[in-house]
């Protein structure tokens, strides 16, 4: 059953705010195209009344302490807030959240161990390395306790799942320990996912790592991927970022579930591949998760420097993925005389007219995808409705 709440008056357009009486998960392009598509962003009338909702439950999220993970789980969290869920934010003191800009969620924050000169260094993978060896010492004993302790708290509902970073390997250890079910949260594409996900094969045929005279071979168990789109740094500690990523493939393969930061009708082959791969309850795409949040103010980590924006502003819609056929794929070293090359030719000549054209099409299907009945609308209710099951 639905009731409806109350009509409110948002920047001069009448909104209808509706509930249900049982409340029932990306990528460059995504987040781009979703920018270009505009619908009616509703807070939750509860939320403006009463400043947060408990709810009938609870849960727990953990995102990884770097910018690209925590906008997306914040994003995530205030949907799940705004269908009647409970939140508690966990987040390491690198690069620790402020509370007061989400004062709708608690917040516990979980020792992490990273020296000040591995901090300092902004070497991710090494950064990612002490996080987790300190957090997993004893046995994950230290995010166990922590863990134990929010789940004791009887000051807030039940806590159904934690949804984490993949990547903080001590979670499902801890985690099973008190009998949590956990969810993963994927905060780039389902590509990119697929790519990580297959990180043994690919090392096992020889795509990786990369050869010079190679790099425009076809990766055949992953269209359209050729080799030099493969993810490998050169600069990380190859070693390292390999046991990183089979790690968190299975973190991943051990849920409960997984939500992707895409949409269906962008990522529609490598959805049902990893669907195909992973033997896990649930896989939603529920992207782009910063259309599908109320909240406009995210938890930047740097100064942000919007002049870029403002010139932007001023020209005609464009961007660069050779995937979807709507840009132009730049060879060799960035240099600017290739760079107003392509902007020109996108700009003024015919391939640039068509490429406009398909992302045209593209805008519409990101907003089709947060529409009432939208994929990415019905993804969130599945996961709402799946999360109380648990």
């Known amino acids: 059953v639905t009731w409806r709440l109350v009509d409110l008056v948002i920047n001069g357009q009448f909104v209808t705010t509706t509930t249900k009486s049982r409340p029932p998960f990306f990528s460059a392009l995504a987040c781009f195209l979703a920018a270009m598509a505009s619908p009616v962003q509703v807070p939750c009338i509860f939320d403006a009344i009463q400043g947060r909702m408990p709810g009938r439950g609870r849960v727990l999220v953990f995102p990884l302490p770097f910018q690209g993970h925590i906008n997306p789980m914040l994003q995530l969290a205030d949907v799940l807030h705004g269908r009647g869920l409970a939140v508690t934010v966990l987040h390491t003191y690198f690069n620790a959240l402020d509370p007061a800009l989400h004062p709708a969620f608690d917040f516990v924050p979980v020792p992490d161990g990273v020296p000040a000169d591995v901090a300092a260094s902004g070497n991710v993978i090494a950064i990612i390395e002490a996080m987790n060896a300190a957090m997993e010492a004893n046995g994950s004993a230290a995010l166990r306790d922590i863990l134990q302790s929010v789940l004791g708290d009887q000051g807030q509902p039940p806590a159904a799942c934690i949804i984490f970073d993949a990547n903080l390997l001590a979670v499902p250890t801890a985690s099973a320990a008190l009998g949590l079910p956990t969810l993963v949260l994927r905060t780039a594409s389902a590509a990119c996912l697929g790519c990580f996900l297959a990180y043994p ?94 909240k406009t103010i995210g938890s930047s980590l740097l100064d942000q420097d919007y002049s870029c924006i403002e010139w932007l502003d001023t020209q005609p819609s464009r961007y660069v993925e050779k995937r979807w056929g709507v840009g132009f794929e730049l060879e060799g070293e960035l240099e600017r005389g290739k760079i107003e090359i392509a902007i020109r030719k996108l700009m003024k000549e015919r391939d ?23 994929s990415s609308r019905i993804a969130i209710d599945k996961l709402v409705q799946y999360i109380h099951s648990l």
């Open 352 to 374: 640039g007219y068509e490429m406009r054209e398909r992302a045209i099409g593209l805008k519409e299907k990101v907003a089709d995808c947060l529409k009432p009945g939208g």
């Open 201 to 294: 094969m690919l090392h096992k045929k020889g795509y990786l790592p990369p050869q010079e005279s190679k790099l425009f071979l076809p990766v055949k168990e992953l269209p359209p991927l050729r080799v030099r789109d493969l993810f490998y740094s050169r600069k990380s500690n190859h070693e390292g970022m390999q046991k990183l990523v089979a790690r968190a493939g299975e973190a991943t393969k051990n849920s409960a579930g997984l939500v992707i930061n895409t949409f269906d009708a962008l990522e529609t082959a490598e959805l049902e591949r990893i669907r195909q791969q992973l033997d896990i309850p649930i896989v939603l795409a529920v992207g782009p998760l910063h259309k599908m949040s109320s």
